[in-house]
């Protein structure tokens, strides 16, 4: 197909050629030299010309396309879509919380008395630019209020005040890593599901860390139950390798909440302050990047071979390499949640 061929032309183009090439015959153009300078077979503008000479320009323009009609009109599916993005599943009575094919097919024959099939359902949702996605999962008892309260107001006034006294802002988080966490995928031949040999043995570690924007990281291990005297022992040597005053955010924890910790951070006369983010709202607190990186980019693609010692060895490695990469650190508060704290 040549560059000039008139059949790449969409039907209102081709009526309006048509019209114009009829005309300029009229008026005594070849239809051989058009028919060549357009594009078109010399037989299509002969045929052109019969049609006109027999019905006159009518016979020139676009037709309407033949086909199934559409069994939704448009103000249907725009309510389709906002049903959709607009709703949880179960505000419309489903007994589940993501959208499916099957489900989107029972809404629209709920609402307008119109039967799909899945596929037709699949092909109308690409239409209206929806696909199929992992979904953020949010709590919801989190008030958004109160979300947007930290955002605008509270973290301000810390990064603020921190900036007057010369302290360091950090997001503290606690998190545990078992031997039976697994993430990632492999390639195998298709049908055939690949087997990773790993250790069957139950074991556990615990880790806490804390990160600021600048790209530091600082983590600790810890044995047993997470205890007011582990979360102090931890803020103690946050303290002592950072220079100047330490803010600390953290979540609701009652660790973090706990008298002890109240008095062991009034005692530092200022050089520790601790902030509580608002509650159910993990996605606020950076260091959730920490464990996203350590959990399931790398310790859950290793495997296990020697249970607790290789599992504590493998934790504390993802962490020292973190705390080499201060850009990967920063890159974490790149995150959309979490653009509040470079602002």
């Given at each position: 197909m040549r560059e000039n061929d008139g059949r790449k032309l969409d039907h209102k183009t081709l009526e309006q050629v048509r019209i114009r090439v009829v005309r300029q015959i009229e008026n005594g153009a070849r239809p051989e030299y058009l028919a060549d300078a357009l594009g078109f077979a010399r037989s299509t503008v002969f045929g052109w010309m019969?049609?006109?000479?027999?019905?006159?320009?009518?016979?020139?323009?676009?037709?309407?396309?033949?086909?199934?009609?559409?069994?939704?009109?448009?103000?249907?599916?725009?309510?389709?879509?906002?049903?959709?993005?607009?709703?949880?599943?179960?505000?419309?009575?489903?007994?589940?919380?993501?959208?499916?094919?099957?489900?989107?097919?029972?809404?629209?024959?709920?609402?307008?008395?119109?039967?799909?099939s899945v596929v037709s359902v699949g092909r109308l949702l690409h239409k209206l630019g929806l696909s199929p996605q992992r979904p953020l999962w949010r709590a919801y008892q989190q008030s958004p209020m109160a979300v947007e309260r930290w955002k605008s107001e509270k973290y301000p006034a810390i990064r603020a005040e921190a900036?007057?006294?010369?302290?360091?802002?950090?997001?503290?988080?606690?998190?545990?890593?078992?031997?039976?966490?697994?993430?990632?995928?492999?390639?195998?031949?298709?049908?055939?599901?690949?087997?990773?040999?790993?250790?069957?043995?139950?074991?556990?570690?615990?880790?806490?860390?804390?990160v600021s924007s600048q790209g530091a990281l600082r983590f600790?291990?810890?044995?047993?139950?997470?205890?007011?005297?582990?979360?102090?022992?931890?803020?103690?040597?946050?303290?002592?390798?950072t220079k100047g005053p330490v803010f600390l955010i953290v979540d609701g924890h009652p660790v973090h909440r706990s008298n002890a910790v109240r008095e062991f951070a009034t005692s530092t006369q200022g050089r520790l302050r601790l902030f509580q983010l608002p509650a159910y709202s993990p996605e606020l607190n950076p260091d959730e990047w920490v464990w996203k990186n350590v959990k399931a980019d790398r310790i859950g693609r290793a495997g296990i071979d020697k249970a607790k010692r290789d599992l504590g060895s493998k934790a504390i490695a993802a962490l020292h390499r973190l705390q080499k990469l201060p850009h990967l650190v920063r890159g974490f508060f790149l995150d959309p949640n979490l653009r509040y704290i470079a602002v």
């Open positions: 019969a049609r006109y000479r027999e019905g006159g320009l009518e016979t020139l323009k676009a037709r309407p396309i033949p086909g199934r009609p559409r069994k939704l009109s448009g103000a249907q599916l725009r309510r389709v879509y906002m049903l959709i993005v607009g709703n949880d599943p179960r505000q419309l009575s489903f007994g589940f919380a993501l959208w499916t094919r099957e489900m989107v097919r029972e809404l629209i024959r709920r609402e307008f008395n119109v039967r799909l900036a007057a006294v010369g302290a360091t802002i950090y997001f503290g988080d606690e998190a545990g890593v078992r031997t039976d966490f697994h993430a990632g995928t492999t390639w195998a031949p298709v049908g055939q599901t690949p087997v990773v040999r790993t250790t069957g043995t139950r074991y556990s570690i615990n880790l806490i860390s804390a600790s291990t810890y044995e047993g139950k997470f205890e007011s005297t582990t979360f102090i022992n931890f803020c103690k040597r946050l303290m002592h390798d």
